[in-house]
């Protein structure tokens, strides 16, 4: 096995089993599983499965022959998107996803500039990693791309005098395209993430990225919306990210919890960009929208409507949201809890005078709550900030049991 | 549906049910699958179908959690590679794996320098096509990147003076790494086909291949053998290509036969390079070698061993280039029979004594084996070569029947 794998955990967890929102290991023991957005409609769910099987027995091509099932997949995918976002093309994981995205936005508006946020994480391609300031090894002197720091109320990036507005952060999209400028490059497009979560679970607001579009649309760049992790109704009340802020994105790409668990996932554009991209690139991806993959797309798709998992998501996650306020209430430890639907976010400090993180608490408490029996993890630009991320069909005794569990874990790790 | 896609043959196939080497389309009609390399061990072979099914409906989380598929798979790949070619990373598709190898190559040898043959095809990432000349709309003048002819014996690339040796075709890497040097750039790696699909089915020779590895290790870059076409005992003596030459390269990449269709793809290198990458690097793959894919990887290599594949391509390949021989002799049209294995190309001319390419009777003939109920495709830098790359368990009386039909086929199209 590669030297870059990392285990979760000091003791990794052998897991054998999944269903719903719980995951068994070799010794028997459950746990509460909130952090894999993966299994988005549940580890496990039989419908998913069954027409994984049923398809993988009957025919698994490509799309060079017509199949029934990527054709309705497209529509029902085109009918859950707002404005002329109506054109699919089908790959495996978010980075292809990301990459084909970009290289849609160079080629059809014949720039190379990338604008991205500091600290996102885009996917793991050589160009999609340079694209991600998280993976921070990779990068080496690249020209073409310029990074802005997110709205983040809780750790404002201005000096104490200068106003924490949106239009202030926006402000630093103009920046970056001026820097682009000096190098002699035209920004070919910004990606954004629905919910920034390598940053710490950051939500950018309406004015932000209303202004952010207009800004990057006037220097002639397009606006890709990365819904990979944001995407298929995760922050609550609409199936994608952006449309909480009513805007539409030129390009939207979607990756992880479309095939809950097998690797689809998907670039949607506007006809015209579809088509002047057609113009100048060909693009065929071997695996990409096979019928395996568009039957499980479809069977995500079905279980969706069918549990109302959006009115779920909604219903669940403003009452984990409140859980984690009266949390804070009671706990120094706890300086800011944000995000939205069921993509939350803790963030631990060693005071709240000066917000010092507590990185080695934030840890400590991973691994305490695991020992009770719910899986979370760290996240953030110091690691500090507790992530609740789990599975769609995550229902409000799950969130009474993690929110018991976290109390009972600050207070073990000694912390008020 | 993204406007880039592209259906085969004229009137594009409705298929709905796949079986062995077989496939069907709406009509009941009955096709012979003489192009699908994807499904190796044939379309929805049992085994591997139950593989998918049992673990998908167990458990499918990712390499962050302990699983035992994962290691016995890696295990078993490293049992079937020559060397130190031993520590596997998994990720989702071809593309995925040249695009890691390639970022594994520059990040250990300190070079950004890529050689790739003329004509390739690496996949369709944004860096991956810049390394695939048969993807032409992409590349924009990169100083990084260079290509070779490779050797194409049937049409010399050489001046009639020169003898067109395997040790000339080597020399061009001299000149490619020059061409490098003139523009201040060092090799990374130089990425090599087991077989050359896109150029025309080209097999390179072990002279030829020897020295090259020579060359591109003495200019300080690494070998990249892309196994994603000819691994997987597709030429009938190995399991990968490059083993018919006895030269190991520094990576190997192996990706669409390895998951019958499933979307699994590998990188594989030595201790030494994967721990040098880890150093500087970080990489993580959502989806790749998640317990389904390593459960499914592994149904396949078991199906190749109880099913004895490799015999087969050895014996089943034999035949069938006998028989295009056969046809050679008889139809004028006929330049050239080449390949290995279960991957052979029949080069069609207008006339022998030019060798102008027959790229309209190629094509007609691909429609008129459709018609005869026998699938295959073209290919080579002219679209002028037939290509039959069936699934492995392709047995003697399926290259009967498709010789067969190819000889009606010519006489079909009302050529000699």
Redesign the interface.
Known sequence: ????????FER???????EGVW?YDDQGTRYLDCY?N??SVG??H?D??EA??TQ????????????DA??EY?EMLAGRLPGELS???FV?????AN??A??MA??VTGNTGAIVTSGAYHG??????ELSPD?D??RTGLDFVVEVEPPYTYRSVFPDDQPETESAYAGLVDDAIEQLRSRGVLPAMMMIDGIYDAKGILTPGATYLQQVYEKVRAAGGLIIADEVQSGLCRLGDHYWGFEDSGVVPDIVTM??PMGA???LAI?V?T?QI??E??K????????GG?P??ASVGKAVLEVVEREDILANVKRTGEHFKKGLEALADKHELIGDVRGKGLFLGVELVENRSDKKPAKAIAANIVEKMRESGVLISTTGQFDNVLKFRPPLVFAREHADLALERLDQSIDAVGQR
Do not use: Q, W
């Not at 096995?1 to 979760?8: A, L, N, V």
């Not at 495996?92 to 292809?96: A, F, I, Q, V």
């Not at 100048?280 to 695996?287: E, L, V």
């Open positions: 096995m590669g030297h870059t794998y990392r285990h979760f990794p967890l052998f897991l054998v089993r999944g995951l894999n993966v299994p580890h496990c039989p998913v499965v994984l099987s993988a027995s009957t025919l698994n091509t490509h799309t060079r022959y017509l199949h990527i054709i497209a054109v699919c093309t495996c994981t978010g980075t292809e990459d084909l970009y290289r160079r080629s793991n391609s050589t160009l999609v990693s993976n090894t990779v990756g992880k668990g097998h690797p670039v554009t006809p579809a088509s991209f057609a100048k690139a060909h693009y065929f991806n071997t695996f096979n395996v993959s």
